[in-house]
């Protein structure tokens, strides 16, 4: 590939992270992660580029490490397998990175079902403590703290302080209606909200399957979220 296309490819890389950046700094996790799926089909080339031209090594990758920060937030499976058909597809990426991205993916998925458990418990309690939830559920209560940290920085859940601690809501109902795709054949389905948080059978390809929830303003049917 001639200098020329590489160059190319990194700048629209770097547009992309940029934007990516700046619906994090937001809190609006749906859009930096759609920006940086869309940094990720053009990190080979970036990377390519800034190697042989500009002697850069990686200890990471951007794009990727957005992935795994805000992939299990939303509950967007499909992002990470993504990223590992790209590493496979482009072996060079993960050889050229001092990181373990098998492992960092691998701890991502491990983080997303952390995610539902502390999802489905503030769901099934509505009103429930931290402090509750963290007793309930084990592990490292810094884990728990993190993600509901984040969950309330992008006005996903409800916090408040009451005399017996940090009380915690879903910002939303649970019985308002809403679209997810299906982490089968990812197609859109339309139920409600309540009926997303747990495995159940597809309608369209009839197979047990996870459901990740989508925006409104969503409307290709690509995988990643709009």
Same mark, same amino acid.
């Given at each position: 590939?001639?200098?020329?296309?590489? $160059?190319?490819?990194?700048?629209? /890389?770097?547009?992309?992270?940029?934007?990516?950046?700046?619906?994090?700094?937001?809190?609006? /996790?749906?859009?930096?992660?759609?920006?940086?799926?869309? =940094?990720?089909?053009? !990190?080979?080339?970036?990377?390519?580029?800034?190697?042989? /031209?500009?002697?850069? $090594?990686?200890?990471?990758? *951007? &794009?990727? #490490?957005?992935?795994?920060?805000? =992939? *299990?937030?939303?509950?967007?499976?499909?992002?990470?397998?993504?990223?590992?058909?790209?590493?496979?597809?482009?072996?060079? !990426?993960?050889?050229? @990175?001092?990181?373990?991205?098998?492992?960092?993916?691998?701890?991502?998925?491990?983080?997303?079902?952390?995610?539902?458990?502390?999802?489905?418990?503030? $769901? =099934?309690? *509505?009103? @429930? @403590?931290?402090?509750?939830?963290?007793?309930?559920?084990?592990?490292?209560?810094?884990?728990?703290? #993190?993600?509901?940290?984040?969950? !309330?920085?992008?006005?996903? !859940? &409800?916090?408040?302080?009451? *005399?017996?601690?940090?009380?915690?809501?879903?910002?939303?109902e649970i019985t308002a209606p809403a679209r997810a795709r299906c982490s089968r054949c990812t197609r859109l389905v339309q139920g409600k909200r309540g009926q997303f948080y747990t495995e159940q059978r597809c309608p369209t390809c009839g197979l047990d399957a996870m459901f990740v929830m989508v925006p409104d303003a969503e409307t290709n049917d690509t995988g990643v979220p709009e």
């Amino acid at each position: 590939m001639s200098k020329a296309r590489l $160059e190319a490819d990194r700048a629209e /890389y770097d547009d992309h992270m940029r934007l990516a950046r700046d619906a994090e700094n937001r809190h609006d /996790y749906a859009e930096a992660l759609r920006h940086a799926m869309a =940094a990720l089909e053009h !990190v080979d080339a970036m990377m390519k580029f800034e190697r042989r /031209y500009e002697e850069t $090594e990686f200890d990471s990758v *951007p &794009c990727i #490490d957005m992935v795994v920060r805000l =992939a *299990p937030l939303i509950f967007h499976a499909e992002s990470i397998e993504r990223v590992r058909a790209i590493l496979k597809q482009h072996r060079a !990426v993960e050889r050229n @990175t001092s990181a373990d991205l098998a492992k960092t993916l691998d701890d991502a998925v491990a983080r997303m079902a952390d995610a539902r458990r502390l999802w489905n418990s503030i $769901e =099934a309690n *509505p009103g @429930t @403590t931290l402090n509750a939830l963290q007793e309930s559920l084990g592990g490292d209560p810094g884990v728990w703290r #993190d993600i509901v940290s984040q969950w !309330v920085s992008a006005s996903i !859940v &409800c916090r408040a302080i009451i *005399p017996r601690g940090v009380e915690l809501r879903l910002a939303s109902e649970i019985t308002a209606p809403a679209r997810a795709r299906c982490s089968r054949c990812t197609r859109l389905v339309q139920g409600k909200r309540g009926q997303f948080y747990t495995e159940q059978r597809c309608p369209t390809c009839g197979l047990d399957a996870m459901f990740v929830m989508v925006p409104d303003a969503e409307t290709n049917d690509t995988g990643v979220p709009e």
